[in-house]
């Protein structure tokens, strides 16, 4: 017999089984119909809208060949199922699969019908796939098509519908009915056979494992469904079957239902599984044991339940004759989720989150909660904290919320529960969510407050700030114990705890114990971080922190140490424990002698004593200052550079003068290659790997009188008096200029000494103060900012966000360039003498003041009151029996809005006040300024 007339008697006989029956049990209830053109075979649905498949039949009930329907309806109202389109098929349609906008028809003996139905009310054939045999099944899996052909399965590429493209085939012990497929795995039926294929290479699919069940005649295998671990066969006859496909290549029947009719198609929602039982209508079945399935509901329809599809507890049937018909399955409850564990609790620590259970009815007649309503079975530390109404019916896919919580008293331990629900459901009146939880035994919760702090900005070496309070409690259970490590400080040392907290008693349930927390910075300048850890045995957070943040700045500049020099001091370079002064020599009248110079050699190890330790004359002026190995070279006027051994400090010898055609105004030594402004005849550069015998290797004639030089990488910055340079000397010998700025070009704005850090330039100007030049392209600079300091700048060296400027008569001022376009003053000192020349080291300021010689200065801690008296020459601090003996000195050390007491007297010379200030006299009159 061929396959076709097989197929052909199967069909006509399922047909005429059974008769008409109009019942229903259980809570199906037929809520909604449409009739079909012809026999509606399947129905799937997607959205609002169900398409159902259908035979032609002549007036017995005969199949028609090579005619079939397609029916599309508008679902929105499932009472009302509306038709909005039709389609004339190619034979009988069966199976049905759908992806994107086309619906795959399984067409008996015309194959596969590809149909686009973009447009609901207008859907068109887009191709026939003829298959050698009678196509029953299909199932769309993007572009892959899998088609149950009778004896055979074909998969084919539908990528282009207009022309599939056959990947593989693989025939089946008898005729295949049913596919269904999850992920790469494939599940077939054939009469009496069931298949699990592994399709993840669709062009050679693997055959893993298969059953056969009875393989009689009343057996046959129709449609499959599978959920999770398990599938559902219709087995015609002999009903359903359930089968475990845990196991890919040991599949079983672990259980059977025997149901009224035919099982010809099923569908699972939930733990039910709804059977199209052709004659016996349609069956409701709880699978929720897979090993003991039980029929709960049964509702007949007008002819035969030939296929099925499932939405929202609803349950659309193709009636064979009777055409689609909509079930309702109501009331009915769905509860999500069906357990809840609360996981592990601590004891007495008062009730979790809320956990929320819904209910919802996905039957079509009203859900009612009943007398019993909501009830938690068990121990009472599980309970509801917000019931819903439970008085008003629960209408059609609506839903109620109930929250739940678990607060476990008394012992450490397991904790189980119900929450019962009792309604009118038409399959059970009682509906359960178990409640699991773990308590655990009492224990401390650390917490500390606030979990951060910023002392703000703090003078260096200004002494600690007032303590800031870190509050460390306990609001857990138990006691909570501080653990090895304790109150811990990571990062820096400068933030510290100021008190003495006792850490050996623990904390008791409520308590907590102030930590007193303190910044102090030292040394350089800049923002400082760290974290306080507190180590504890709270279980969950073992080391709570906070966060600590302040911000280093210089205080108030103080002289700390002084020395004289033989000569009028002009520069001065710091290096480890030893600063050089270069000098000039002057007569009684202050005017330089010619061809006479000094350097002198202190140990400033105690930068408030230096100590003169070394001297040498040297041939002319000491002006500029470079040091490389032991050998130090000195800017030395008419007479170029003098190059000093100083390897022994305390006797300093000359090694070479090296005589320059003009005046040795600047030097700079990388190496072995030295860098020399000479005045009017430009840069200089020479070769001294042999100091006895320099080598000229390149010059560059300057604009105006060379002045000062910088070195960074194989950039030099150099200053004339109307212009800074940027020098490429990368190749010493031939030195390549790369730009240059020209700020006023007037006898005021005299270019001196220049010190580069990163993109800027910072220029001494003399009488126009100090420039900020931005270098980031040395193709082309630019002045950003300027700032007129009150004396001439002579000198600059920065360090952090701050500059330091050697102002002539006006002493030392330090600017604020951390925004380097709009420099600030942040603060001043007025030194004996003329400040020529300075070398910063951290926070100590090294001052080569001409008369005064060398003078040291530190920032110093600020204070509220400064008392002043100008007829004091002892040792200053500002105190009432240390008192400064200037204004200014009190004006720089003071706090702002602090306090100056001058003790009576006279002070020529004007004063410059920063900052706000209170003056004061006590005891007689003050006079300033005459």
């Known amino acids: 017999m061929s396959p076709r007339h097989v197929l052909s008697t199967i069909l006509a006989a399922t047909i005429f089984l059974g008769g008409i029956a109009g019942w229903c049990s259980g809570g199906l209830n037929v809520v909604g119909s449409a009739s079909t053109v012809n026999a509606a075979t399947k129905v799937l649905i997607e959205g609002n809208y169900a398409y159902v498949s259908q035979w032609k039949q002549d007036s017995n009930g005969t199949i028609i060949d090579n005619y079939g329907d397609l029916e599309i309806f508008d679902i929105s109202s499932p009472k009302h199922p509306v038709k909005v389109g039709h389609l004339a098929l190619t034979d009988a349609g069966r199976g049905l699969s759908k992806s994107g906008d086309l619906v795959y028809i399984a067409t008996a003996w015309k194959g596969v019908t590809i149909v686009n139905v973009a447009n609901k009310t207008n859907p068109t054939q887009v191709h026939v796939l003829d298959t050698p045999y009678i196509a029953l099944d299909v199932w769309a899996d993007g572009s892959i098509l899998y088609v149950a052909d009778a004896q055979t399965l074909r998969i084919y590429n539908v990528s282009t519908p207009t022309s599939p493209v056959l990947l593989s085939s693989y025939t089946t012990a008898y005729q295949t009915n049913g596919l269904w497929k999850v992920g790469n795995r494939l599940y077939v039926s054939d009469l009496q056979r069931f298949y699990l294929f592994d399709v993840t290479n669709p062009s050679s699919p693997q055959m893993k494992s298969s ?37 890919t290549t040991s599949i079983s029947v672990v259980s059977t239902l025997d149901t009224a009719g035919q099982a010809f198609h099923v569908r699972k929602e939930g733990k039910y599984l709804y059977v199209a039982d052709t004659s016996g209508g349609v069956a ?85 909660f009943t007398s019993e309503s909501l009830q938690v079975v068990g121990t009472s530390e599980f309970y509801i904290s917000n019931a ?92 909570l114990h501080f653990t090895s490590g304790t109150l811990e400080i990571v990062g820096s040392s400068e933030f510290y705890v100021s008190n003495s907290p006792n850490t050996s008693v623990p904390i008791p349930p409520g308590g907590s114990l102030p930590v007193l927390m303190g910044f102090n910075p030292s040394g350089s300048v800049g923002s400082r971080s760290a974290t306080l850890r507190v180590h504890t045995d709270d279980p969950d957070t073992s080391i709570a922190t906070v966060s600590l943040a302040g911000t280093a700045a210089l205080g108030c500049i103080g002289l ?99 005589d320059t055609p003009n005046i040795a105004l600047d030097v700079w030594v990388d190496g072995t290659t030295l860098y020399e402004a000479d005045s009017g005849n430009g840069l200089r550069i020479y070769n001294v790997s042999t100091p006895t015998a320099p080598v000229l290797l390149g010059t560059f004639a300057t604009s105006g009188q060379a002045n000062g030089l910088c070195k960074v990488g194989n950039l030099l910055y150099m200053t004339s008096l109307y212009r800074l340079y940027v020098m490429d000397v990368t190749n010493p010998a031939s030195p390549v200029q790369k730009s240059y700025v020209m700020y006023n070009g007037d006898y005021t704005d005299w ?87 300075l070398d910063v080291v951290g926070t100590t300021i090294y001052v080569a003041d001409m008369t005064a010689g060398l003078q040291v200065l530190t920032f110093q801690s600020t204070q509220d009151i400064c008392w002043v008296d100008f007829l004091y020459s002892g040792i200053e601090n500002g105190s009432f029996e240390k008192p400064f003996n200037t204004v200014g000195e009190g004006v720089s050390r003071i706090l702002p809005g602090g306090r100056i007491k001058m003790m009576g007297g006279h002070q020529a010379g004007a004063i410059r006040i920063s900052k706000s200030s209170r003056l004061e006299t006590h005891g007689s009159t003050s006079t300033i300024g005459k």
């Open 211 to 247: 059953i056969n069940y009875s393989g009689n005649s009343a057996d046959w295998f129709r449609h499959v469904t599978v959920d999770g671990d398990y599938a559902y066969l219709a087995s015609s006859s002999t009903g359903i079957k359930v089968i475990d496909v845990k196991t």
């Open 284 to 368: 409701m079945v709880d699978v929720s044991v897979t090993t003991a399935p039980v029929q709960v509901a049964t509702c007949s329809v007008p002819n035969h339940a030939y296929g099925l599809d499932l939405t929202s507890g609803l349950v659309y049937v193709a009636d064979l004759a009777g055409g689609l018909k909509v079930l309702g399955t109501g009331p009915f409850i769905s509860v999500t989720p069906a357990s809840v564990n609360f996981g592990d609790v601590y004891v007495n620590e008062g009730p979790t989150t809320a956990c929320t259970v819904t209910i919802r009815n996905i039957g079509m007649e009203d859900l009612m």
């Open 388 to 479: 819903p109404n439970i008085v008003d019916p629960i209408p059609y896919n609506q839903a109620v919320a109930v929250e739940l919580k678990f607060d476990p008293e008394g012992e450490a331990g397991s904790r189980s529960a119900s929450l019962k629900i009792w309604t009118n459901d038409s399959v059970s009146s009682v509906t359960q969510v178990s409640l699991t939880g773990n308590a655990l035994a009492p224990h401390p919760i650390v917490s500390v407050s606030p979990s951060s702090i910023d002392f703000g900005t703090v003078a260096v070496d200004d002494g600690p700030t007032s303590g800031r309070t870190v509050t460390v409690r306990n609001t857990g259970t138990a006691d």
């Open 560 to 658: 700390t140490g002084s020395a004289s020099t033989v000569q009028t001091a002009i520069k001065v370079l710091v290096d480890g424990d030893y600063a050089y002064v270069s000098q000039w020599r002057q007569n009684g009248s202050g005017t330089i002698i010619d061809y006479v110079g000094d350097l002198q050699i202190f140990n400033i190890s105690n930068p408030a004593n230096p100590v003169a330790v070394g001297y040498l004359a040297l041939p002319d002026a000491g002006r500029g200052l470079s040091k490389s190995g032991d050998l130090l070279y000195i800017a030395t006027a008419w007479r170029g550079v003098t190059i000093v051994n100083v390897a022994n400090k305390a006797n300093p010898t000359q090694v070479y003068v090296l």
């Open 751 to 837: 270019f001196r000494h220049v010190t580069v850090d990163g993109n800027y330039a910072y220029v001494a100007s003399s009488y126009t103060g100090i420039k900020v030049v931005n270098v980031s392209n040395p193709n082309s600079i630019s002045v950003v900012g300027t700032y007129d300091t009150p004396g001439a700048a002579w000198h600059v060296d920065k360090r952090g966000d701050y500059l330091y400027v050697a102002d002539g008569d006006s002493g030392i001022e330090t600017l604020d360039v951390s925004t380097p376009g709009a420099p600030i003053l942040f603060g001043s000192y007025n030194t004996p003498g003329s400040s020529m020349g």
